[in-house]
């Protein structure tokens, strides 16, 4: 960031300093034995004039292509080294020990399954919880779910996924983690959260417009030894025209790893699902909701609808 911030408070001395076009140096007495050379100056002024814009268009970056890269700068500042992978220590969860008797002692037990035996660990609460709740007021953090972790277990590491948390988001207490192995060359699903950058530089919120992030999370398939970390979104050129104007997946293809380790989810379509929007408050019709959508509040754990139908009888 400080290199950015370097790069913007640095003026171009070049360009203030260079003279006025309507500057004539035949105005002073001394200028007379420099009235040739002034005249072919004033023509190299004007060519290198009219040069610039051409330059500044094609090399000159937006705000967020120098922050967050884009197909120009496939990696910008923030983007350099980026990996939301961490390495955290564990110990074995014993046998004939509870999941209460480990919560006492401040662990939070844990289990670890797919592609390979079940393994059982208690991790520090403070060390995950820090993880979870990364915001001060915040709930469970969308990153929680979507980096990779590498649990250290005496000689073992185990490269694995959360998949399911139980956790009291109210009191920001973790109770139980189920982790799941990532495999390199196996796929696993992940929701990688999303950030809107650039919106101070947008146009469209620049002339009062509402800009709005849709998707909080973008579910992902990955093959590769890393799991990607969470998408910028650019919208320092987020335009507005009627009646709403937004970005799609397609236009955050370039957010992928280049080496073709990861994919959006192939039940999105990439030319239409919209990630973005930019458009005037008051003047979007509100749609009724599908005939076959279903509240995921009403969905249990097992992918089952709950019963919330009122009877006179217990169970109620």
């Keep these: 960031m400080v290199r950015f911030f370097q790069s913007q408070n640095a003026i171009a001395f070049d360009k203030v300093t260079k003279r006025h076009p309507s500057a004539s140096l035949s105005s002073s007495?001394?200028?007379?034995?420099?009235?040739?050379s002034s005249s072919f100056s004033r023509r190299g002024e004007d060519r290198e004039?009219?040069?610039?814009?051409?330059?500044?268009?094609?090399?000159?970056?937006s705000f967020a292509e120098m922050i967050v890269g884009s197909a120009r700068s496939q990696c910008g500042i923030l983007g350099a080294g980026r990996s939301s992978a961490v390495d955290v220590d564990c110990r074995p969860w014993e046998r004939f020990v509870r999941k209460e008797d480990i919560q006492r002692e401040g662990y939070v037990p844990c289990v670890v399954e797919k592609y390979g035996v079940e393994r059982?660990?208690?991790?520090?609460?403070?060390?995950?919880?820090?993880?979870?709740?990364?915001?001060?007021?915040g709930?469970?953090?969308?990153?929680?779910?979507?980096?990779?972790?590498?649990?250290?277990?005496?000689?073992?590491?185990?490269e694995c996924i959360p998949t399911f948390v139980q956790a009291d988001p109210v009191a920001r207490r973790l109770y139980f983690v189920k982790f799941e192995r990532h495999v390199e060359g196996k796929i696993s699903e992940v929701d990688i959260p999303t950030t809107m950058v650039g919106l101070l530089a947008c146009p469209a919120y620049q002339r009062g417009y509402h800009?709005?992030?849709?998707?909080?999370?973008?579910r992902c398939q990955c093959v590769g030894?890393?799991?990607?970390?969470?998408?910028?979104?650019?919208?320092?050129?987020?335009?507005?025209?009627?009646?709403?104007?937004?970005?799609?997946l397609q236009d955050l293809q370039h957010l992928l790893p280049s080496d073709g380790s990861a994919r959006f989810h192939p039940s999105y379509n990439v030319a239409t699902?919209?990630?973005?929007?930019?458009?005037?408050?008051?003047?979007l019709p509100d749609a009724p909701l599908p005939?076959?959508?279903?509240?995921?509040?009403?969905?249990?754990?097992?992918?089952?609808?709950?019963?919330?139908?009122?009877?006179s009888h217990f169970p109620n």
């Design 273 to 283: 699902q919209e990630v973005a929007w930019a458009y005037e408050v008051g003047t």
């Design 49 to 61: 004039r009219e040069e610039e814009p051409a330059e500044e268009h094609s090399g000159k970056m």
């Design 139 to 158: 709930h469970l953090s969308y990153l929680f779910q979507a980096r990779l972790f590498r649990l250290r277990i005496g000689k073992w590491i185990e």
């Design 291 to 311: 005939a076959d959508y279903v509240d995921p509040n009403f969905i249990n754990r097992k992918g089952q609808k709950m019963d919330v139908v009122f009877r």
């Design 29 to 36: 007495p001394s200028s007379s034995a420099f009235s040739s």
């Design 225 to 248: 030894a890393d799991i990607p970390p969470p998408f910028f979104v650019d919208v320092s050129r987020l335009h507005y025209s009627p009646p709403y104007t937004a970005i799609t």
């Design 120 to 137: 059982r660990l208690a991790i520090h609460r403070s060390t995950l919880e820090a993880l979870a709740f990364d915001e001060q007021h």
């Design 211 to 218: 800009v709005e992030l849709v998707m909080p999370t973008i």
